[in-house]
C-alpha cells in the first residue's frame, strides 16, 4: 500500500526533511532547557488511517499524551505528537527537573509538554513548507489525554476521505534519560497526494 | 495602531483581559492592546514603530524570534508556556509585582502580510494555585503510599459508624474487597461484638476522646486474629466530630507469644501443671480473700512413695513419665475449680475449694486410693505406688502462703514418717510435733546424736520355727533425747537419708554392735547371730566396707555372728555395687539377709543374681495371713522359692501365736514380731534369752 504511494525516493526526501526539522527543534530545546537534546529520527511509515492502524502504530501504550496541531494550506490534516504511558510525564519532568511521585501531569506540566511538541511539529512543518515551498499554516496546538481509542476515535471523523497515517518514530536523548515518542500526521488521500506531487517538483529541480 | 479611528474592534481589544501586540517580519511592534502596554508600563507612541528586542531585554530572545519567524514566514502557530518562560515580556500587575505569562502565538494575514500576533495571559495566580495544588498532591501522594503499604489498618468511618475509607491492609485483615466494606458498620465488621463495649466505644469517642483497646475478630474465613485498636476522633476547627479514624494492629502473634512466654513462666513444662510460683501466687490470692470467702480452702502437699526408687531404677526417662502419668490421675481426679501444681521432683500441691472440709479430706483420701490401685509400666516393669498427702486449712490464723504450703508440707512428712500412702492433717495444736518432724531438725539432731554418742541400740528376737535353729536379734537403733526420751528410728532415719547422714548411722551401729559382741562374746553361744540393718547408701561405701572388715578383725569376733540386712529396694538402686559389698562379706563369713521381701519390686527374678542367705518375708504378706488367702499364697510361695534358692526364711509382724502357728505349717523358718518379743535393750538379751530357750 505505501509502496504505491510514497516510492523510496519520496521517503528519504521527507526522512530528510524531519531530520533537519528535529535538528532544529533539538536545537531550540537545548537553548532553552540549557540541556543538551537530541531527537533521533529512524524511521517513517505511512499506512492508510484507521483508529486501528493508529493503535498498532503506537503499540501496546494503554494510557497517552497526544498534542494535537491542526495544519491547513497547500497541505492539510492534523499532526500529533504522542507520547505513551508515562513518557510524556518522565519528559517533563526531566526538562523541569521535577521528583517523579506522582503519576499525572499538572497544568503547568501539561503546557510544557505542549510547547514541547510544538517546537517539535513546528520545526517539521516549517521545514517542509520551506524547502517543498509551499504554504502551511497551523494552529494553536492542544494537549489530549487518554486510551488510543478516546483520543483517535473522534479524529478520524475529521479526517477527510480515505486518510492516511504518516507515523515519524523518534526518540528524546536527553543527559539521563532517553525518551520514545511518535510524531502521526492525518493526511486525507487528496492532501497526501498534493505532498507527493510537491516531493516529485523538489526531486525534479534537484536531481 | 492600523488604523486610527477608534473602531468596535479597537474598544474591545483595548478592554481584553490579556495582553496583545502584533509584531512584523522585521520585529517591529505594528500594534498593542490597553492591557499590554499598562502591564509593560509604555505608552502608545512609546513602542509603535519600535523593534521588540530593542524595547524589553530579553532573557532568551532565540525564543521569541523563533516563534516570530515562524509565524510571520510560515503561519505557524505557537505556545509558550509558563512553566519554561515564566516572564518572557518584564511585565508588572497595578500593584507592581511581576505577572507570569502564558502566550499563545499565531499567525495572521493582512493586506497579504503575514503578521504575527501575541496574546499574553496573566496566569500567577493559577500558576500559584497549581503549584500550591501540586504540592498538597504530592504530599497527599506520599501519605496514600504510606496508608497503602501500612502494616497497620486503617479505616476511616462517619458519626453513623459507617465505614467510608479503607487501606489495603484493612480488606487484608478483614478478607474482605474495599466495594464490601465501604458502607458497612465498622462496630459490626469488627466484630467489637458485646454492645456495651460498643456503647463505651462510642461513649468515649463523641465525648472527643480517644480509645484504645486490644479485640477479638474474625475474618471472612472464619478465622480468629487479636488486634489493639486506636479509635481517634477528627475534630473540625469549630469542634464538632463528624468522622473518626480507627487504626488496628495485628497482634495475634505477639499475644501468642506473650501467652507462652507466661505459660512457660507459670506452668511446669514436664506436667503441664502449674509451677510453684503460680501455686504461691493463687493460695496467695486464696489467703487475702479467705476471711470473706463462705467457701473452704484447703492446701495439700502431696509426694510420690519411693519415687526415688523408680527413677533410680528406670531412668529419669521413667521417672519423668511417672510424674506425668501422675500428673494426669490427679487432674482427672479433681474438677477444673480445684487448683493442681507441680511444685518440683515429686512433689505436687493442690488448692482445694469446697463447700465442707469433710468432704475434700475424703476426696483427697480418695485419691491416695486411686494412686494404689495404680499401677505404673516401664519396660517389663510394673510399679504399685503410693502418695503421702499433708493437708492443711486455710482459715483466718493463717498470715501468708508460706505458712500454708509449710504446714501442708510438714503434715505431709508426717504421713511420711507413718509409713506413707496415707493423709495427716495438719493440727496447730501439735505445732512442736510438727516442728519436730522437720528434716532438718531431724538431720540436726543425728548429727548431735553421733557426736554425743546419744544414739542406743535395741534389739528384737528372731525367733526359730522349726526347732532345730537357734534364736538371733536384729540389732535397732534408737535416739536418746535430752529428756531421756527414747526416739523410734522412724522420725530420724528419712531426714537422716534425706541428710545423706545414714551412712554414718550404720557405721554407729555396726562399731557398737561389735564392740557390744566382744564383750560378750563368751555369753553368746546360745545365739546364732546378730543383725545389723545397712542402709542404701552404706552399700556403696567401700570405706565402710574396709572398716567393718578391720573391725572384725580388730575385735576379734567370729564373722558368722554377723549378719546385715538390706532392703530389697536399696540393692536393686545400684545392683552392682551392692552384689560385690555383699559378697566380699559374705567371702569373709558375714551373713546377708534381703529386707522387707514383697513389698517392693517383688521380682523373683531378683533373687537369682543377689546372693543372700536369708529372705525376710514383708510383714503386710504375714498380718493378715490367717484371713487372706492370697497373703498365704504369697508367704507360702516367697518361702518356697527361698528354700530353693537356698536360703533360710523370716517371716516379720508376728502378732500372735496363731500366726506363728500357720507359719510353721507353711515351712518358714523363722518369726519375728511383738508375738514373738518385742524389741528391748540390747544388754536385756543376756536375759530374754534364757526364757526363750
Known amino acids: 500500500m505505501n509502496q504505491a504511494l510514497l516510492s523510496d525516493e519520496h521517503n528519504d526526501t521527507l526522512c530528510e526533511l ?21 531527537l533521533s529520527v529512524p524511521q517513517l511509515n505511512t499506512v492508510k488511517a484507521s483508529p486501528t492502524s493508529l493503535a498498532l502504530s503506537l503499540g501496546q501504550s494503554r494510557y497517552l499524551h497526544a498534542i494535537e496541531q491542526c495544519f491547513s494550506g497547500d497541505l492539510s490534516g492534523q499532526a500529533y505528537l504522542v507520547f505513551d504511558d508515562f513518557s510524556g510525564v518522565d519528559l ?3 526538562l523541569l527537573g521535577e521528583s517523579a511521585m506522582c503519576q499525572d501531569l499538572g497544568e503547568l506540566e501539561q503546557e510544557t509538554l505542549t510547547e514541547v511538541a510544538n517546537i517539535i511539529l513546528n520545526a517539521c512543518f516549517c521545514c517542509i513548507a520551506e524547502v517543498l515551498e509551499c504554504d502551511i499554516e497551523s494552529d494553536v496546538p ?32 536527553l543527559p539521563s534519560k532517553s525518551i520514545k515518542g511518535q510524531v502521526s500526521i492525518l493526511m486525507a488521500t487528496e492532501s497526501l497526494q498534493k505532498l507527493i506531487k510537491e516531493l516529485e517538483r523538489f526531486s525534479l529541480i534537484y536531481t | 495602531m492600523l488604523d486610527k479611528e477608534q473602531t468596535l474592534s479597537d474598544i474591545v481589544l483595548n478592554n481584553a483581559q490579556c495582553g496583545l501586540l502584533i509584531i512584523d517580519s522585521d520585529y517591529l511592534v505594528v500594534d498593542s492592546n490597553s492591557w499590554f502596554l499598562n502591564a509593560a508600563g509604555l505608552s502608545p507612541d512609546g513602542c509603535l514603530g519600535e523593534k521588540i528586542f530593542t524595547l524589553f531585554a530579553f532573557e532568551q530572545p532565540k525564543t521569541l524570534k523563533r516563534v516570530i519567524d515562524q509565524a510571520c514566514q510560515y503561519g505557524m502557530a505557537s505556545v509558550l508556556s509558563s512553566s519554561l518562560h515564566p516572564r518572557l515580556f518584564p511585565l508588572k500587575n497595578r500593584h507592581h509585582q511581576p505577572i507570569e505569562q502564558l502566550c499563545f502565538v499565531t499567525s495572521i494575514k493582512y493586506s497579504g502580510r503575514r503578521f504575527c500576533l501575541i496574546q499574553v495571559q496573566d496566569v500567577t495566580d493559577p500558576t500559584a494555585r497549581e503549584k500550591k495544588l501540586r504540592h498538597i498532591t504530592t504530599q497527599l501522594d506520599k501519605c496514600s503510599l504510606a496508608l497503602k503499604y501500612s502494616p497497620s489498618s486503617v479505616a476511616i468511618f462517619n458519626s453513623d459508624g459507617l465505614i467510608e475509607f479503607i487501606n489495603p491492609k484493612f480488606s487484608e485483615m478483614t478478607g474482605l474487597s474495599e466495594s464490601k466494606i465501604l458502607n458497612m458498620n465498622y462496630f459490626s465488621l469488627t466484630c467489637i461484638s458485646s454492645y456495651q463495649l460498643e456503647t463505651e466505644v462510642w461513649a468515649l469517642l463523641r465525648d472527643g476522646q480517644e480509645w484504645v483497646g486490644e479485640c477479638l475478630k474474625r475474618n471472612i474465613n472464619g478465622q480468629e486474629y487479636w488486634t489493639q485498636d486506636h479509635i481517634y476522633p477528627i475534630q473540625s476547627h469549630d469542634g464538632t466530630i463528624s468522622h473518626y479514624v480507627a487504626v488496628q494492629n495485628d497482634i495475634t502473634q505477639l499475644r501468642n507469644i506473650t501467652h507462652e512466654i507466661s505459660f512457660k513462666s507459670t506452668h511446669d513444662s514436664l506436667t503441664g501443671l502449674i509451677n510453684r510460683q503460680e501455686f504461691e501466687r493463687v493460695v496467695t490470692a486464696t489467703v487475702a480473700q479467705a476471711e470473706l470467702a463462705t467457701s473452704n480452702y484447703l492446701v495439700c502437699f502431696l509426694n510420690i512413695d519411693k519415687f526415688k526408687l523408680i527413677n533410680d531404677t528406670c531412668g529419669h526417662a521413667g521417672g519423668d513419665e511417672l510424674l506425668y502419668q501422675f500428673a494426669t490421675i490427679c487432674q482427672s481426679h479433681f474438677d477444673k475449680s480445684h487448683v493442681i501444681a507441680r511444685l518440683g521432683g515429686d512433689e505436687f500441691a493442690t488448692l482445694i475449694t469446697s463447700d465442707d472440709s469433710e468432704s475434700a479430706i475424703r476426696r483427697m483420701e480418695a485419691l491416695i486410693d486411686t494412686i494404689a490401685s495404680f499401677r505404673f509400666r516401664w519396660g517389663e516393669s510394673v510399679f504399685s505406688l503410693g502418695v503421702s498427702i499433708g493437708l492443711t486449712i486455710i482459715d483466718e490464723t493463717i498470715k501468708n502462703t508460706d505458712d500454708v504450703i509449710k504446714q501442708a508440707e510438714s503434715a505431709c512428712d508426717i504421713a511420711k514418717d507413718f509409713g506413707g500412702n496415707r493423709l495427716h492433717i495438719y493440727q496447730a495444736d501439735d505445732k512442736d ?85 566382744a564383750n560378750h562374746e563368751h555369753e553368746l553361744s546360745e545365739i546364732d547371730h546378730l543383725a545389723i540393718n545397712l542402709s542404701g547408701l552404706s552399700l556403696n561405701n567401700h570405706v565402710l566396707l574396709a572398716h567393718i572388715i578391720q573391725a572384725i578383725e580388730a575385735r576379734k569376733i567370729e564373722p558368722s555372728k554377723i549378719s546385715f540386712e538390706i532392703t530389697e529396694t536399696a540393692a536393686i538402686a545400684n545392683l552392682e555395687q551392692a552384689q560385690q559389698f555383699i559378697d566380699v562379706l559374705r567371702c569373709y563369713g558375714c551373713k546377708f539377709s534381703l529386707d522387707d521381701f514383697g513389698s517392693g519390686l517383688s521380682s523373683f527374678a531378683y533373687l537369682k543374681n543377689l546372693k543372700v542367705d536369708i529372705l525376710k518375708i514383708d510383714g503386710m504378706f504375714v498380718k493378715d495371713i490367717l484371713n487372706d488367702v492370697i497373703d498365704e499364697a504369697m508367704v507360702r510361695s516367697i518361702n518356697d522359692i527361698g528354700h530353693v534358692c537356698g536360703m533360710k526364711t523370716i517371716a516379720e509382724f508376728v502378732e500372735n501365736a496363731q500366726v506363728k502357728q500357720r507359719l510353721t505349717e507353711i515351712g518358714v523358718d523363722f518369726g519375728q514380731g511383738y508375738g514373738l518379743g518385742k524389741p528391748m535393750p540390747i544388754d536385756d538379751i543376756l536375759l530374754s534369752k534364757l526364757d526363750v530357750a
Do not use: C
Open chain 1, 142 to 173: 492542544l494537549l489530549l489525554k487518554g486510551t488510543p481509542n478516546e483520543l483517535f476515535h473522534l479524529q478520524f471523523s475529521n479526517a477527510g476521505l480515505a486518510p492516511y497515517l504518516l507515523t515519524v518514530s523518534m526518540t528524546f536523548q
Open chain 1, 92 to 94: 517533563v519532568r526531566q
Open chain 2, 433 to 517: 510435733l510438727i516442728q519436730r518432724q522437720g528434716d532438718t531438725y531431724w538431720a540436726a539432731k543425728v548429727n548431735q546424736a553421733l557426736e554425743a554418742d546419744s544414739f542406743v541400740l535395741f534389739a528384737q528376737p528372731i525367733i526359730p520355727l522349726q526347732q532345730q535353729d537357734k534364736i538371733s536379734f536384729e540389732v535397732l537403733v534408737r535416739l536418746k533425747d535430752q529428756s531421756g526420751q527414747v526416739i523410734a528410728p522412724g522420725l530420724f532415719l528419712p531426714a537422716a537419708e534425706r541428710f545423706n547422714l545414714s551412712h554414718k548411722i550404720d557405721k554407729w551401729v555396726i562399731d557398737h554392735t561389735l564392740d557390744w559382741l
Open chain 1, 18 to 38: 524531519f531530520n533537519i526539522g528535529m535538528g532544529r527543534a533539538a536545537n531550540s530545546l537545548s537553548e532553552m532547557v540549557h540541556e543538551e537534546v537530541i
